[in-house]
């Protein structure tokens, strides 16, 4: 019966994921099931970590990934030569069906390549005749032309692969120990299960992005034994797009972050475990720096895929979204993608989808993660307090005070977007209490964001009672909140450029400077900063000075009534709070064309982005 093993020990268990092996994985139950594996990374994605009970972080129960064994000298360091290779691969679909067909085509007759491929062997080998080479080809066709051309010049050759003569197979590695080989011709046959210590010299001739394939490739020169110094790995690259994937190979060769193999490629790779050289010979230098620094534009398997490797690396107890970005070199905006058109977005949702949180979901938590996107502007120190006290807040935690309770406020509506999915600031708590994950999620961001502001907690003047802080930006419904014109119970949509509030006596002024996008050319206003002290704005076509809302400008002086700008670049941006403003000057009619003095002056950063000449 299923109960009837004690223990059960699988050896490479990367395989249990697939069907044939699931359902034997999964009628099982021994009381100790132990899965070994120099590969956990499968390279369709699939998880192997829900067969095993993890450590709390969900990392493996004992991990040692290939750079801690070099550094601790368990395995033959590897000097790694990426040589050049004009060989154009630009239009093979990488990770697709027809990969290794396309591959085949390019490399299986290529004369030239072939040639290319014995003289750098025999340049940075000691000597090449004397090797015990493994040379991985990506066909049968493309293994028995190398193996021809490798034996013509001299250097004896076997071609071993899955139809090859069981009796034959079995005496090739010996032929190689012996000396009588210099070089086994294979494919996919010893890329794992099986130990061939005497190998010293690795000749990758197959380009792969996946990195599982990579790194059992390269392991199968790695074993150490008595007078081996190192494996000679020489890698022919060849010519890609700029999205291939070269830091995904490097680092599962050397642990280091997508920002660390930019410093490596750039200057030099010196923290390789002892005895471990790479080198880029320089148009494959260039290729993968251009790689490397292309990788800003992030889909989202590909986003899954890098987090996947980066937990593998790191362990799960590490992942953390601040070091995940800085060290494969991404922005927030890679993560949070609203507005892209893609329907995947936040920390949460790429996790869950990279398989590192298996908890059940909450009920909104794809909703959730994916409005955080919204919250990128956020730059108010004490808006990131209070986001941040939202995520850490407990349910046992005190009621709300008013201050407190607004911001929770701002932060609903601008989550919710729409006004009728707002809920007041207790209701929005019990929703994060409900999702523990988008709760520590909203904590991260938080913390994210607070170190890329700048400002300071400076009120708005005129605006003291409510949260807003000066220059910093906010969307329209995190300001309608902020001056209690949205509140839990109230919900008026508003869309105009002005907003009148009678009981201050104030009117808040919303300006985008580029209308071209969203606005008819009737309504196209002329509006940018003269000065950092002085602001030219254009009123509503309906404005003139025999009107009531053009009389309230003209008459400012004296009728108690107050303006406050908020001014943003472009639609789909955050407002900057620029503060209160008077009238210095008034001409036209319909629209009314208005000059405003600042009380506080623009910082430099806002009048050259606000400024006529911004686009000069």
């Known amino acids: 019966g299923a109960d009837h093993w004690h223990t059960v020990v699988v050896d490479e268990c990367h395989r249990l994921a697939a069907d ?55 395995l033959a ?65 493309h293994a028995e032309f190398m193996t021809e051309w490798l034996n013509r010049a001299g250097l004896p050759a076997a071609c071993v692969v899955g ?51 990579f790194q059992q490739q390269i392991g199968r020169g790695l074993r150490l034994v008595p007078g081996k110094e190192s494996c000679l790995v020489l890698d022919f690259v060849g010519q890609h797009r700029a999205e291939f994937r070269f830091d995904r190979l490097l680092s599962s060769l050397t642990g280091l972050s997508r920002r660390e193999l930019v410093d490596g490629v750039e200057n030099g790779f010196g923290s390789l475990p002892p005895g471990c050289h790479i080198h880029l010979q320089r148009q494959t230098r260039e290729q993968v720096l251009q790689g490397l620094r292309s990788l800003t534009s992030q889909n989202w ?32 905006e890679d993560i949070y993608r609203t507005g892209t058109g893609q329907g995947r977005s936040g920390w949460t949702a790429l996790k869950r989808d990279a398989g590192l949180i298996v908890a059940e979901p909450g009920p909104e938590e794809d909703y959730l993660s994916h409005r955080f996107g919204d919250l990128l502007h956020v730059d108010d120190p004490r808006r990131l307090d209070v986001m941040a006290a939202v995520g850490s807040r407990q349910r046992s935690s005190p009621a709300l005070h008013a201050e407190e309770a607004l911001g929770v406020q701002m932060l609903a509506y601008q989550i919710d977007g729409r006004h009728e999915q707002a809920a007041g600031p207790e209701a929005f ?30 009120p708005v003047p005129g605006l003291e009672d409510t949260p807003l802080c000066l220059h910093a930006g906010y969307g329209a419904r995190e300001i309608l909140t902020a001056v209690r014109w949205l509140t839990a119970s109230r919900r008026v949509p508003f869309q105009a450029g002005t907003l009148s509030l009678l009981s201050r006596q104030t009117e808040l002024l919303f ?61 789909g941006e955050a407002y900057r709070a620029c503060g209160p403003v008077t009238l210095e000057s008034a001409e036209g009619d319909r629209p009314m064309s208005i000059v405003w003095k600042l009380q506080t002056p623009l910082p430099a950063r806002l009048f050259r982005e606000f400024s006529v000449l911004r686009g000069v």
Request: proline letters at 6%.
């Open 20 to 74: 044939r092996f699931d359902a034997f994985a999964k009628a099982v139950r021994p009381s100790v099931l132990l899965g070994l594996t120099a590969t956990p990374e499968r390279s369709d994605g699939q998880p192997i970590a829900p067969y095993f009970d993890s450590r709390p972080d969900g990392s493996p129960a004992v991990e040692l990934r290939l750079w801690h064994a070099l550094d601790l000298q368990l």
């Open 77 to 141: 360091p590897f000097e790694y030569y990426a040589c050049d290779d004009a060989t154009d691969f630009s239009e093979v679909p990488w990770d697709r069906p027809g990969e290794r067909e396309a591959v085949a085509n390019l490399v299986t007759g290529n004369d030239v390549r072939a040639k290319l491929v014995i003289n750098e062997w025999r340049r940075l080998a000691s000597n090449a005749r004397q090797s015990r080479a493994i040379v991985f080809c990506v066909s049968v066709a």
């Open 163 to 213: 139809t090859t003569a069981t009796e034959e197979r079995r005496r090739a590695p010996q032929r190689l120990l012996s000396g009588e080989l210099c070089a086994l011709v294979t494919v996919d046959l010893y890329n794992e299960g099986i130990d061939l210590p005497m190998v010293d010299t690795l000749l990758l001739l197959r380009p792969t992005q996946s990195p599982v394939l």
């Open 301 to 332: 398997r590909r986003l899954k895929t890098e987090l996947q490797t980066y937990a593998a690396l790191r362990g799960r107890s590490a992942i953390r979204l601040a070091d995940f970005l800085h060290d494969q070199a991404l922005e927030l």
């Open 429 to 458: 708590l019990e929703r994060m209490k409900g999702h523990p994950a988008i709760a520590a999620e909203l904590v991260e961001l938080s913390a994210l964001l607070q170190a890329r502001s700048t400002l300071g907690a400076h």
């Open 511 to 571: 300006v985008t400077l580029d209308k071209s996008e969203g606005y008819h050319d009737r309504i196209a206003y002329h509006d940018y900063a003269i000065s950092a002290e002085r602001f030219h704005w254009q009123s509503q076509n309906s404005a003139g000075p025999d009107t009531p809302g053009g009389r309230r400008y003209l008459d400012s002086a004296t009728n108690g009534w107050q303006f406050q700008l908020f001014v943003r670049p472009r639609k």
